[in-house]
């Protein structure tokens, strides 16, 4: 079956702009981590341009060394400036609402592409993989934005990839941090760490009763969120470990809603948890706080109340 | 000795809950998690790296829409897109803080809920949306004491997290949701984005009457620690 507008066009067009930012690094004379971060974006943009066709010990190898030069803190940001606040100023003066629009018309594209593309099919061929349907309505509606902006702001051609490379070296590693975390969770389902912990929660826990079992896994989401500070590196684990052996495969729950609640169960661990700093520590610094755990504090009703909703959800919708 | 082996698996887990505690770089934490939990489970050295090779590859799908996302957002931004949505968030005029915190809040769980991070708590929080709710709070007051101007501060924060957190990819998708995707078909099972995305609806909503909730204690305890000295 032949696929019109593979993702891999997406991950090409990606790529694309990762080597424009490993060049403009090399290029930067007075960057203050010039050679370390022209590597660290080029072995990214390699992962996305050949990923799939190189041999994945190779794709391994740059993983580890993008992850050396990271902790070796040889990635930086430039000392180019931003745009300056006088300038933006009056280009929001100028340009008033219609700015709106373009961050309004990727979604609408977005939207509609991910309901509509999937569905053109014909003999033998289609538009797009409708697992990826998602995901490629997002890149066309980049795209559409895109243009629409640059007609909008009369912006020079390079302009997109100078201030887009630029918030990218700003996110700095963390932009990988997501796909890390989901990488190790790969790596714990293949080396069979959620059935250890299955074993042992369900030696602890009375998961044989369906209720019981929405129960653990609604409370072991956000401890191992406040013990890790991140619900992305709790999800795979617990729901290995907990809510597909048990909620999914054992009780027939829906895997959509045990996801869905599951994570927002993880969320309300990361709004009290000292782990989570960015969100919780350096907010507290930043507003010049005497209290550190002061937003925590102040979050901490709110993290209860949204959790006890969590569960109640999840317990009257899964087994539907 | 069999269980001594199936525990010993449970290493990476305690690597990274050891490795952030302490602070270590996240991304080394991860690595040597990885590496720990393979060799545990007996993978040798080169199988190891063509897994995490092939695991990275598998998962680009997490870092795609940010890289493709950036060029857009980073040209808006030059044009004063932030400048142009701080305004907004202004133009209320029956302004108190905690309507000011609830009214972002609504903003950012919209924006959210189409992929759009417009917040931040540097960029928008501590210059913006921290000093207009302390405005608010102030006027026909007078200055804030320090504990109850440090209370709505802690909020403003709160507000951000709020609105990150609970409504994130309901309409597109382009972080959790793919995750969890992901991790449900390291399972076997396929789950479409689109079930994933609207579950997340109900909590949103409820997120946002909870805010109501908060803000409005916060409104009170001003109200009862300062009364207004003239009526509204």
Redesign the interface.
């Known amino acids: 079956m032949t696929t019109l507008l593979p993702?891999e066009l997406?991950?090409a067009?990606?790529g694309l702009?990762?080597v424009a930012v490993a060049f403009q690094i090399a290029r930067d004379r007075s960057h203050p981590r010039r050679w370390g971060s022209a590597a660290f974006w080029g072995l990214?943009a390699l992962?996305?341009l050949a990923?799939?066709r190189?041999?994945?010990?190779?794709?391994?190898?740059?993983?580890?060394a993008?992850?050396a030069l990271?902790?070796s803190r040889q990635v930086g940001a430039p000392r180019r400036a931003?745009?300056d606040a006088a300038?933006?100023?009056?280009?929001?003066?100028r340009?008033?609402?219609r700015?709106?629009l373009?961050?309004l018309l990727?979604?609408l594209v977005?939207?509609a592409g991910?309901f509509l593309l999937p569905r053109f099919v014909w003999d033998g061929g289609r538009l797009v993989d409708p697992?990826q349907a998602?995901?490629i309505a997002?890149?066309l509606?980049?795209v559409v934005?895109?243009c629409y902006?640059?007609r909008l702001?009369r912006?020079r051609v390079g302009?997109?990839?100078?201030?887009?490379?630029?918030?990218?070296q700003d996110?700095g590693?963390a932009?990988?941090?997501?796909?890390?975390?989901?990488?190790?969770?790969?790596?714990?389902?293949?080396?069979?760490?959620g059935e250890?912990?299955a074993?042992a929660t369900s030696a602890l826990l009375p998961t044989g009763q369906p209720l019981l079992a929405v129960v653990a896994y609604c409370t072991a989401m956000p401890l191992f969120t406040i013990?890790?500070?991140?619900?992305?590196?709790a999800?795979?684990?617990i729901?290995?470990g907990i809510g597909?052996p048990f909620i999914?495969r054992q009780h027939g729950g829906d895997?959509?809603?045990v996801?869905?609640?599951g994570?927002?169960c993880g969320?309300c661990g990361?709004?009290v948890t000292p782990?989570a700093?960015n969100?919780?520590l350096?907010?507290?610094v930043?507003?010049?706080?005497?209290?550190r755990h002061?937003?925590i504090?102040?979050?901490a009703?709110?993290a209860l109340?949204?959790w006890l909703?969590?569960v109640v959800?999840m317990s009257a919708?899964v087994y539907r | 000795m069999e269980t001594w082996r199936e525990a010993l698996k449970l290493i990476g887990v305690a690597i990274v809950a050891a490795g952030f505690a302490l602070r270590l770089h996240p991304l080394l934490v991860i690595l040597v998690a990885a590496l720990a939990t393979g060799f545990a489970a007996g993978i040798g050295p080169l199988a190891l790296l063509a897994l995490i090779g092939t695991l990275f590859v598998d998962n680009l799908f997490t870092t795609l829409p940010i890289v493709l996302l950036m060029p857009l957002i980073g040209l808006l931004e030059a044009h004063g897109l932030q400048e142009r949505a701080a305004a907004l968030i202004r133009s209320a005029s029956r302004a108190t803080a905690g309507r000011i915190l609830l009214a972002y809040q609504a903003l950012r769980e919209v924006t959210s809920m189409f992929g759009l991070a417009i917040g931040g708590h540097a960029q928008m929080i501590r210059p913006l949306v921290a000093p207009m709710a302390e405005a608010a709070a102030a006027a026909r007051r007078g200055p804030l004491p320090t504990l109850l101007r440090q209370q709505v501060r802690a909020h403003a924060a709160a507000a951000e997290n709020w609105g990150n957190f609970f409504a994130d990819d309901i309409v597109v998708a382009i972080g959790p949701v793919l995750l969890m995707k992901g991790v449900f078909e390291s399972a076997g099972i396929t789950v479409s984005i689109a079930a994933l995305g609207g579950w997340g609806l109900p909590s949103a909503l409820f997120a946002l009457l909870l805010g109501a909730w908060r803000f409005r204690r916060l409104d009170r305890s001003i109200e009862r620690q300062m009364p207004a000295t003239e009526p509204p």
């Open positions: 993702v997406f991950h067009l990606a702009v990762l990214l992962t996305f990923g799939k190189l041999p994945p010990p190779l794709v391994g190898g740059c993983v580890v993008m992850v990271a902790a931003a745009v300038v933006r100023a009056a280009e929001s003066e340009l008033r609402s700015l709106l373009p961050p990727l979604a977005a939207a991910a697992k998602t995901t997002l890149g509606g980049v934005a895109l902006a640059m702001t912006a302009a997109p990839l100078l201030e887009g490379g630029r918030l990218l996110l590693f932009l990988i941090l997501p796909q890390m975390l989901a990488a190790l969770g790969g790596i714990f389902a293949k080396c069979g760490v250890v912990i074993h013990l890790m500070g991140n619900a992305f590196a999800f795979p684990l729901t290995l597909i999914v895997p959509a809603i996801g869905a609640f994570m927002l969320y990361t709004l782990m700093a969100f919780n350096v907010p507290a930043l507003l010049e706080l005497d209290d002061a937003v504090k102040a979050q009703p709110f109340a949204c909703f969590n959800a919708l």
